[in-house]
Nanobody, 118 residues
Framework: QVQLVESGGGLVQPGGSLRLSCAAS????????MSWYRQAPGNQRELVAW???????TYADFVKGRFTISRDNAKNTAFLQMNSLNAEDTGVYYCKADPTPWDARTYWGQGIQVTVSS
C-alpha cells in the first residue's frame, strides 16, 4: 500500500517559518521526483517546488529565496523548509511522487493545512 503522509503544518505568524515533511512508504522513493504543491481557497493547485532523484531542484518564482526543498532517501522523506511566510502562502500543501519508467503512477499525499496569520 502506497502512502504519502505530510506533517509539520499549522498556524504561523507572518515572517515565521515552518518545515513540512512528506513520509513515503510502498514506493521506490529514491527513484522518484518528489514535488510540493499548494492550493489556496478558490484557487487551483499550483506547483511550489520539486526535487529530482538526483537532487536537482526547481522552484516556483513566488517562493524562490524563501523555501527550500530537500530529501532524505534513507528515511524515504521529502521536506519543504518555508521561511519568511506571508498570508499569500496560506493553503493546503500536498506532496506528490511522480511517475518513473518503472512505476507509471502518480501518488499524492492527503495534504496539510498551512495558515499564515497574525
Amino acid at each position: 500500500q502506497v502512502q504519502l503522509v505530510e506533517s509539520g503544518g499549522g498556524l504561523v505568524q507572518p515572517g515565521g517559518s515552518l518545515r513540512l515533511s512528506c513520509a513515503a512508504s510502498g514506493i521506490a522513493f529514491s527513484t522518484k521526483r518528489m514535488s510540493w504543491y499548494r492550493q489556496a481557497p478558490g484557487n487551483q493547485r499550483e506547483l511550489v517546488a520539486w526535487i529530482t532523484s538526483g537532487g536537482g531542484v526547481t522552484y516556483a518564482d513566488f517562493v524562490k529565496g524563501r523555501f527550500t526543498i530537500s530529501r532524505d532517501n534513507a528515511k524515504n522523506t521529502a521536506f519543504l523548509q518555508m521561511n519568511s511566510l506571508n498570508a499569500e502562502d496560506t493553503g493546503v500543501y500536498y506532496c506528490k511522487a511522480d511517475p518513473t519508467p518503472w512505476d507509471a503512477r502518480t501518488y499524492w499525499g492527503q495534504g496539510i493545512q498551512v495558515t499564515v496569520s497574525s
